[in-house]
Structure formats: structure tokens, C-alpha cells
């Protein structure tokens, strides 16, 4: 890939009907657009957390999140370098990237402000993020139990906007929690570099801990089991993934006795989406398409998942790697490791990010998304997600009756058309424009997206590359066939044993975690989700490699060595 790519042939186009008062929103230090041929001198990547994009009412995910919830959070606890993420919109895509801190003393006085911000959260994270869960969980039970029966527009239009606000605030909250974590986490990884430790040990000193993420595997597992002890094998193999539900209905009987159990674990783990705050993904409460048939892959597997013995096994290299650090430490040192150790332990981020995706990144968007399809059906319109192609300020204006579905039809089926055809061409758009970077220094960008060294340079990597580097984030090495997905959508149609091969996970991927051989990611780094839930599965998983997803195809053979951080294409 050149060192620069040229964004030409993206700028000066974008949905149609598109005004810049339609993303009118507050923003702290740089406001979301389409790209432009000016921003040609800056780098911009590809967010792998959204391989569908987004729809005209989803760019509030961009707007509420990466233009106020991380520029906020990085304003006020602040961070040194950055001051958060700025977006631009390639066609239904965003790319993103640091806006930077371009003055010294301004970097100085953000010094001394986190110098004095950051012991006070650390000292009571437990406590402000136990505050902060209650704080969403009300607003979760509110938007979710919602009843639409006999709904005017008008009272639609209340519930979207009270939706929006409980949506910009969830994101406050991520990104207020996120920043003090990786700082105190940096520190820690920073004095382990310093020693000479293996960078891709820091992050195992945190595994282990339980999470509401692998909570809701284990009550999918016991799912199966359950089904496993009605005899209901049969029943799932026989239907396509898309027939399970009906043909679990058709058979009665003890299959009536599994779906009761079933729709009662969706109320409890079924507000969650197939994608991190993609309003155009249906959740699992609405399709359970997804859950059904990752439960027919789990009844096909020779042996269940041993969530013990993965957990203990976890707890034992976690401990391992520790001592290990430890006896690597200068007497000078020690005290500092323990102290930094101790704290990170506590406000444990490997932890969090699980944690916290249950309440914000799988489940904040869901109640904006009822809210328009209950305007969708309140006005007449053709389809349940037709109002998810207009803007907010748009459907807002239908809710007050200052226009009628009838003005804006026609326009949001052009959008729908303008949408479908970006998802289809997401496989092969550069995954960065403009100017390639010696470095960054956000550290979401450097621990979540992977942007160390061998991430560029997987980039400017040549096509005949046959092999691959990236960050090794989970021990082992294993050959098998690869499986390429562009989102999670596409979950069940995984086999057991295979290499998963994308842009990235999300929390929603992790079941599948119990069933593939081992994980290569394009994006992430030591922090990523594929890196904590893999090693949590004891899986070899090698992120940030850049261009796993151009590189390698479905049916590909490769080895993953999540020792050593490379990927071998062996052929097809």
C-alpha cells in the first residue's frame, strides 16, 4: 500500500439529500463530515467495529460517541496527546483518527491536570463504575420494556428523543471510564518495556475474571446441555439456521419445554446486537436467528466447552506470567511493578471491556432502534426500518408532523440503495486514506486498534506476502482452514476447528470462540476483544496484522503462531 491513498475517489459525494445541518450535534474538538480532498494530508483508518457502516439515523453512533464521548473523556481527564477521535464518512463507512494535541505547552498542562485527575478515580473506580451500571441499567429497563401500543407520533418522537440523550450518555460514560484505565494500564506496560518483558505477556497479568459477557456464554452452553437432555439434537440439525425456531415450534413437545427456556434467557441476554452500535442490526431479542444457530454448531461439537477448565487454566498462565515479571524486576523496580500491579488488578481493564459492552456498546443503540420502528409503523411506511435511512433531525420533523413520511419516501429509498451498495463493496475499500504515519500516540488507537509498528507495516505489505505479522496476543500455534467473515452476522456459518479470519470482534463474536481452531484479526491490540477472549479460551490469536482480510481467502490453509505474532498462508 503507497504512503499515501488518495481519497478522491470518495470525496464530494454522500448520501442523497445529505445537509450539513443534519449532523448538527455538539462536539468537543473536531465534528464528524464526509471526507474531503484536504483531508488527504492526514491518516485515516478503516473502524473495523462497523463492516456494514452506517445508515443515515446510525451516524448518531458517530456523532454522540466519537465526536462527544471520546473527545469529551479525553478533554476532561485529559488525555496528554490526544484529544480524542475524529470521523469522516467514506461513503456509509467511517474512518477515523487522533485529533492531536498540536501544542507543547498544552501537552504540559494536560501532564499536570491527569498527573492529579487519575489517582482520585482509580482510587474509587469500583465505586463510580458500580454507580455508573446502575445509571445505565435504569435507563436500559426503561427504553426496553417501552410499550408502543397506541403510540401517537408525537409520543414516539419523546421516547427517540429521551432514547438519544440515554445513548450520547452511555457513551460519556465508556470513554469516562476508558481513559483513567488505559492510563494506569500504559504505565504498568510501560515499566514491563522498560525491564525487557514481552509486551504480549503485560496483558495476561488480568485474565481470569469473570465478566457479564461470559456469563451469557455459559448460560448459552447450558442451553445446550439442556437441549442435549431433552434429545433435541435432531431436531436442530435437521432445519437451516434460519428454520430452527420454527422447527423446534412444528416438533412440541420437549422442544415447547426448550424454547420456554430459551425465550427466557433472551429476556435476560437478548437486548444485545450482532455488531457494537449498529442501529441497522436487529438484536437478538427481535431475530434470534443468531443464538439458534450458534447453539446448533455447539450440539455438533464432538465435546462441550469446558468453561472450568478454561477458566482455571486462564488463572494459571495469569499467575505464571506474573512471577515471571516479577523475578525479571530489579530490587529498584519491584516496589513500582506491585504498586502499578495492584492498582491494575483492581481497576482491571482487560475486565472492564467485557464488562461494560453488556450495558453500552451491544445494548445502547437497541432502544433508538425500536423507537424508529415504531415511527416506521405509526406513519405508514412501506418497511419496519424505513425511518432508520432518514436522519434524526428528519424523523424528528415527521414525529412533530412538520413533514409527512410521504416527502421523504422516495429519498429514503435512494439512501437504502446508496447503504446496500457500500456493505457489498466494505470487502475491498483501502483500509487506510491518506497519509500513512511513522506512528500515533492515542492510546486507544496503539491498545484497541493495534496501531504498533506491525500494523503499518502490514499495510505497505506487498500481495505475494505469504506471511503475515501482527501482535501475538494469545500463546499457541495452530494450522487449519480459514474462515473469512465481514461481520458477525455470519457467525453460524463457522465449523468447528477453523481459523476466524476479520476485521476484528466484538463481545457478540465470543461464542464462537468455544468452536474455532484459532483467530487472526486485520485490527487490535493487547486490549482488543480478541486478544482477552482468546486467551480466556486458551485459542492462538495473532491481531493487528493489518491485511488479514485482503490477504487471505475463505478455504486458504494458514497456521496462526500466537507465540511469535505471524500468520503463515500455507495455500488453498
Same mark, same amino acid.
Given at each position: 500500500?503507497?504512503?499515501?491513498?488518495?481519497?478522491?475517489?470518495?470525496?464530494?459525494?454522500?448520501?442523497?439529500?445529505?445537509?450539513?445541518?443534519?449532523?448538527?450535534?455538539?462536539?468537543?474538538?473536531?465534528?464528524?463530515?464526509?471526507?474531503?480532498?484536504?483531508?488527504? %494530508?492526514?491518516?485515516?483508518?478503516?473502524? !473495523?467495529?462497523?463492516?456494514?457502516?452506517? %445508515?443515515?439515523?446510525?451516524?448518531?453512533?458517530?456523532l454522540d460517541c466519537a465526536a462527544w464521548g471520546t473527545q469529551t473523556a479525553a478533554q476532561n481527564l485529559p488525555l496528554p496527546p490526544g484529544k480524542g477521535l475524529a470521523s469522516r464518512f467514506v461513503g456509509t463507512h467511517i474512518y477515523e483518527s487522533e485529533a492531536p494535541v498540536g501544542s507543547?505547552?498544552?501537552?504540559? #498542562?494536560?501532564?499536570?491536570?491527569?498527573?492529579?485527575?487519575?489517582p482520585k478515580f482509580l482510587g474509587s473506580f469500583e465505586e463510580i463504575w458500580s454507580e455508573r451500571v446502575m445509571e445505565l441499567q435504569y435507563g436500559l429497563d426503561h427504553f426496553e420494556s417501552y410499550d408502543f401500543s397506541g403510540s401517537s407520533p408525537a409520543e414516539i418522537g419523546q421516547y427517540?428523543?429521551?432514547?438519544?440523550?440515554?445513548?450520547?450518555?452511555?457513551?460519556?460514560?465508556?470513554? $469516562?471510564?476508558?481513559?483513567?484505565?488505559?492510563?494506569?494500564?500504559?504505565?504498568?506496560?510501560?515499566? +514491563?518495556?522498560?525491564?525487557?518483558?514481552?509486551?504480549?505477556?503485560?496483558?495476561? #497479568?488480568?485474565?481470569?475474571?469473570?465478566?457479564?459477557?461470559?456469563?451469557?456464554?455459559?448460560?448459552?452452553?447450558?442451553?445446550?446441555?439442556?437441549?442435549?437432555?431433552?434429545?433435541?439434537?435432531?431436531?436442530?440439525?435437521?432445519?437451516?439456521?434460519?428454520?430452527?425456531?420454527?422447527?423446534?415450534?412444528?416438533?412440541?413437545?420437549?422442544?415447547?419445554?426448550?424454547?420456554?427456556?430459551?425465550?427466557?434467557?433472551?429476556?435476560?441476554?437478548?437486548?444485545? &446486537?450482532?455488531?457494537?452500535?449498529?442501529?441497522?442490526?436487529?438484536?437478538?431479542?427481535?431475530?434470534?436467528?443468531?443464538?439458534?444457530?450458534?447453539?446448533?454448531?455447539?450440539?455438533?461439537?464432538?465435546?462441550?466447552?469446558? #468453561?472450568?477448565?478454561?477458566?482455571?487454566?486462564?488463572?494459571?498462565?495469569?499467575?505464571?506470567?506474573?512471577?515471571?515479571?516479577?523475578?525479571?524486576?530489579?530490587?529498584? &523496580?519491584?516496589?513500582?511493578?506491585?504498586?502499578?500491579?495492584?492498582?491494575?488488578?483492581?481497576?482491571? !481493564?482487560?475486565?472492564?471491556? $467485557?464488562?461494560?459492552?453488556?450495558?453500552?456498546?451491544?445494548?445502547?443503540?437497541?432502544?433508538?432502534?425500536?423507537?424508529?420502528?415504531?415511527?416506521?409503523?405509526?406513519?405508514?411506511?412501506?418497511?419496519?426500518?424505513?425511518?432508520?435511512?432518514?436522519?434524526?433531525?428528519?424523523?424528528?420533523?415527521?414525529?412533530?408532523?412538520?413533514? %409527512?413520511?410521504?416527502?421523504?419516501?422516495?429519498?429514503?429509498?435512494?439512501?437504502?440503495?446508496?447503504?446496500?451498495?457500500?456493505? $457489498?463493496?466494505?470487502?475491498?475499500?483501502?483500509?487506510?486514506?491518506?497519509?500513512?504515519?511513522?506512528?500515533?500516540?492515542?492510546?486507544?488507537?496503539? $491498545?484497541?486498534?493495534?496501531?504498533?509498528?506491525?500494523? !503499518?507495516?502490514?499495510?505497505?505489505?506487498?500481495?505475494?506476502?505469504?506471511?503475515? &505479522?501482527? !501482535?501475538?496476543?494469545?500463546?499457541?500455534?495452530?494450522?487449519?482452514?480459514?474462515?473469512?467473515?465481514?461481520?458477525?452476522?455470519?457467525?453460524?456459518?463457522?465449523?468447528?476447528?477453523?481459523?476466524?479470519? +476479520?476485521?476484528?470482534?466484538?463481545?457478540?463474536?465470543?461464542?464462537?470462540?468455544?468452536?474455532?481452531?484459532?483467530?487472526?484479526?486485520?485490527?487490535?491490540?493487547?486490549?482488543?476483544?480478541?486478544?482477552?477472549?482468546?486467551?480466556?479460551?486458551?485459542?492462538? +490469536?495473532?491481531?493487528?496484522?493489518?491485511?488479514?482480510?485482503?490477504?487471505?481467502?475463505?478455504?486458504?490453509?494458514?497456521?496462526?503462531?500466537?507465540?511469535?505474532?505471524?500468520?503463515?498462508?500455507?495455500?488453498?
Amino acid at each position: 500500500m503507497p504512503e499515501v491513498v488518495p481519497v478522491d475517489e470518495y470525496a464530494g459525494e454522500w448520501y442523497p439529500g445529505y445537509r450539513p445541518e443534519l449532523l448538527d450535534a455538539p462536539w468537543v474538538a473536531e465534528r464528524p463530515r464526509p471526507i474531503e480532498k484536504a483531508d488527504e %494530508s492526514r491518516f485515516w483508518f478503516m473502524d !473495523f467495529h462497523w463492516p456494514r457502516g452506517f %445508515s443515515p439515523m446510525g451516524i448518531l453512533y458517530a456523532l454522540d460517541c466519537a465526536a462527544w464521548g471520546t473527545q469529551t473523556a479525553a478533554q476532561n481527564l485529559p488525555l496528554p496527546p490526544g484529544k480524542g477521535l475524529a470521523s469522516r464518512f467514506v461513503g456509509t463507512h467511517i474512518y477515523e483518527s487522533e485529533a492531536p494535541v498540536g501544542s507543547e505547552w498544552e501537552i504540559g #498542562f494536560r501532564v499536570s491536570r491527569i498527573e492529579r485527575n487519575l489517582p482520585k478515580f482509580l482510587g474509587s473506580f469500583e465505586e463510580i463504575w458500580s454507580e455508573r451500571v446502575m445509571e445505565l441499567q435504569y435507563g436500559l429497563d426503561h427504553f426496553e420494556s417501552y410499550d408502543f401500543s397506541g403510540s401517537s407520533p408525537a409520543e414516539i418522537g419523546q421516547y427517540l428523543f429521551d432514547a438519544r440523550n440515554f445513548h450520547r450518555r452511555a457513551w460519556e460514560i465508556h470513554f $469516562e471510564i476508558m481513559y483513567p484505565l488505559l492510563a494506569i494500564y500504559l504505565q504498568l506496560y510501560g515499566l +514491563c518495556a522498560q525491564a525487557g518483558l514481552d509486551p504480549s505477556n503485560v496483558s495476561k #497479568f488480568f485474565q481470569g475474571r469473570d465478566s457479564r459477557i461470559m456469563q451469557t456464554d455459559r448460560a448459552m452452553w447450558d442451553l445446550v446441555h439442556r437441549a442435549k437432555a431433552l434429545g433435541l439434537e435432531g431436531v436442530f440439525a435437521s432445519a437451516p439456521n434460519e428454520g430452527v425456531r420454527d422447527a423446534l415450534a412444528k416438533a412440541g413437545g420437549n422442544a415447547s419445554i426448550w424454547l420456554t427456556d430459551f425465550d427466557d434467557f433472551l429476556k435476560v441476554y437478548g437486548w444485545r &446486537t450482532e455488531g457494537i452500535a449498529d442501529i441497522n442490526l436487529a438484536p437478538w431479542i427481535e431475530d434470534p436467528t443468531s443464538p439458534l444457530g450458534q447453539i446448533k454448531n455447539f450440539l455438533s461439537m464432538d465435546e462441550p466447552h469446558d #468453561f472450568e477448565k478454561a477458566s482455571a487454566a486462564a488463572i494459571v498462565e495469569r499467575d505464571t506470567a506474573i512471577d515471571a515479571a516479577r523475578s525479571a524486576m530489579s530490587a529498584e &523496580t519491584l516496589p513500582q511493578f506491585n504498586e502499578l500491579l495492584a492498582i491494575n488488578q483492581v481497576a482491571n !481493564f482487560a475486565w472492564w471491556n $467485557e464488562d461494560h459492552n453488556y450495558y453500552i456498546d451491544l445494548r445502547a443503540t437497541v432502544p433508538l432502534r425500536r423507537g424508529c420502528q415504531a415511527l416506521s409503523a405509526a406513519i405508514g411506511a412501506d418497511r419496519h426500518d424505513d425511518t432508520l435511512f432518514l436522519f434524526y433531525p428528519e424523523a424528528m420533523e415527521i414525529a412533530a408532523g412538520q413533514k %409527512s413520511w410521504a416527502d421523504l419516501r422516495s429519498l429514503a429509498e435512494a439512501r437504502r440503495q446508496y447503504y446496500d451498495h457500500y456493505v $457489498e463493496i466494505r470487502p475491498n475499500m483501502p483500509k487506510m486514506l491518506g497519509t500513512m504515519p511513522d506512528r500515533v500516540d492515542d492510546p486507544v488507537l496503539i $491498545e484497541i486498534f493495534g496501531m504498533h509498528h506491525h500494523y !503499518f507495516e502490514g499495510l505497505k505489505l506487498g500481495e505475494e506476502a505469504t506471511v503475515l &505479522t501482527g !501482535f501475538a496476543a494469545s500463546a499457541g500455534k495452530v494450522q487449519g482452514v480459514a474462515r473469512v467473515l465481514h461481520g458477525a452476522t455470519e457467525l453460524y456459518d463457522l465449523e468447528p476447528g477453523e481459523i476466524l479470519v +476479520c476485521e476484528a470482534t466484538s463481545p457478540n463474536w465470543t461464542p464462537a470462540f468455544a468452536i474455532i481452531g484459532g483467530c487472526v484479526c486485520d485490527g487490535g491490540g493487547s486490549l482488543t476483544h480478541a486478544a482477552i477472549v482468546s486467551r480466556e479460551y486458551g485459542i492462538p +490469536c495473532v491481531v493487528g496484522v493489518g491485511v488479514a482480510t485482503l490477504r487471505i481467502k475463505t478455504g486458504d490453509r494458514v497456521e496462526v503462531d500466537g507465540t511469535k505474532g505471524t500468520v503463515t498462508i500455507l495455500g488453498g
